[in-house]
């Protein structure tokens, strides 16, 4: 395994890091508080072609790989974690049409998102399943060449502003194994029965849309099946072994930034007559971070590379996932702390990455859910 960038891959590093602190950091403060998002930025992103790297040309997507979808979700996180989570929402879910779909409906659904034409969102969630996702109720009925759904979704990105939401639903409660009773469907927001209701008050990530969905007899043609019928759970799976390596990104990058702002802060906050910075005890904290960080990030990319090599390891995106977002968690705390009084003014950007970062360690599978991966594989039993 080789983790130095290539020529290309630096190029887009250094495109995103442009991007980052042209357009995110003076704003990021502002839409967190009215927990909006810059439509502007968004348009920039897709015009730069910083979103959805990974999807196929073929899809209208840039056609790279998960490493570069990686590095600019660092980049972008190392500046605003809000801004970042709406623009890495654009096309969540979208693996699903690489893996699964047909070429019409990849063409279809996915191509107009690059165009600004179409936001995705992938609604898992319900009141009653969230870790435990076999539990997922909403059903699905066939009724001739349509597809009937009711049931209720909650804190699904893009809720109100998807134009598709990808559905996963229970199609068959009596298939002898839990693993092959639910399925994946594309569900156009627009249809007869779709309502979705903002959820606010987010503790971070404000300016990211959150809602609950509910589903009435919402029809679907059959063609709006992603994948085979009884096969969702081992699609969602598939998923997971993706997301979670940018949910590592984003780790890595919040709390890089955390770290950059604590060094920065440290440097010129003087107090003993010196900058805080010169103090043995400060520099041995920002060693331990600076450490994290690093390992976070290697173990970052071994995901997105074992992905990019057609060999995802399930166990390995799992350690990524939960590394990083602990480290977040950890790294953004003590960078708080050298802010001193500071930091805990929301005048420092540090405040905001705080709030940020604890999600880190809840969605696309709770770190409890990723030790229990880790384990049973370690333990085999
Ligand atoms: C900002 C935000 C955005 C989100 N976006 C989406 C989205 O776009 N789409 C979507 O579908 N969902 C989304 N979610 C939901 C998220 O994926 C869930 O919150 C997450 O899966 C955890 O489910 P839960 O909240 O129901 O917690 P629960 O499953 O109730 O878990 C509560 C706690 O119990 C622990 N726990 C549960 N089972 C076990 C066990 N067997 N052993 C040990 N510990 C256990 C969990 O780890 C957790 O710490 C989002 C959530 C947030 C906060």
């Given at each position: 395994m080789d983790f130095r960038l290539t020529k290309e891959q630096k190029y887009i590093q250094k495109a995103a890091r442009e991007f980052a602190k042209g357009e995110l950091a003076q704003v990021g403060r502002e839409y967190d508080l009215n927990e909006t998002y810059p439509e502007e930025i968004i348009k920039k992103a897709r015009e730069l072609d910083l979103i959805g790297l990974f999807i196929p040309e073929k899809f209208g997507g840039p056609g790279l790989?998960?490493?570069?979808?990686?590095?600019?979700?660092?980049?972008?996180?190392?500046?605003d974690p809000g801004i970042s989570q709406q623009l890495c929402s654009l096309t969540f879910g979208a693996e699903e049409f690489i893996l699964f779909g047909t070429q019409d409906q990849g063409k279809k659904f996915l191509e107009p998102i690059f165009t600004g034409d179409a936001v995705?969102?992938?609604?898992?969630?319900?009141?009653?399943?969230?870790?435990?996702t076999l539990s997922a109720s909403t059903l699905a009925v066939k009724e001739g060449n349509e597809w009937v759904i009711n049931g209720s979704k909650v804190m699904i990105g893009n809720g109100t502003k998807g134009t598709f939401m990808l559905i996963f639903a229970l199609t068959d409660p009596d298939a002898k194994s839990s693993a092959k009773r639910h399925s994946i469907f594309i569900v156009e927001t627009d249809r007869e029965g779709y309502t979705a209701e903002p959820m606010h008050g987010k503790m971070g990530l404000r300016c990211s849309d959150t809602a609950a969905i509910y589903l009435n007899n919402v029809r679907v043609p059959e063609e709006n099946?992603?994948?085979?019928?009884?096969?969702?759970?081992?699609?969602?799976?598939?998923?997971?072994?993706r997301s979670r390596a940018y949910v590592s990104a984003h780790g890595v990058g919040l709390a890089q930034g955390a770290l950059d702002m604590a060094v920065k802060h440290i440097k010129g906050r003087k107090q003993f007559g010196k900058p805080i910075g010169s103090f043995q005890g400060v520099q041995f904290k920002v060693a331990d971070m600076a450490v994290k960080v690093e390992l976070a990030r290697n173990i970052m990319y071994k995901a997105a590379w074992l992905l990019d090599n057609g060999t995802p390891d399930t166990h390995v995106t799992a350690m990524?996932?939960?590394?990083?977002?602990?480290i977040a968690v950890e790294v953004v705390d003590e960078a708080l702390q050298l802010h001193g009084g500071y930091g805990y003014f929301d005048d420092y950007d540090i405040e905001r990455f705080y709030r940020a970062a604890k999600v880190l360690e809840i969605y696309e599978g709770a770190k409890e859910i990723e030790k229990m991966i880790i384990g049973r594989t370690i333990i085999g039993l």
């Open positions: 790989g998960y490493l570069e979808q990686a590095i600019v979700l660092e980049e972008l996180w190392k500046v995705m969102g992938f609604a898992i969630t319900e009141p009653d399943a969230g870790s435990d099946l992603l994948g085979k019928q009884g096969n969702g759970f081992h699609q969602l799976m598939a998923f997971f072994d990524a996932k939960m590394y990083a977002a602990r």
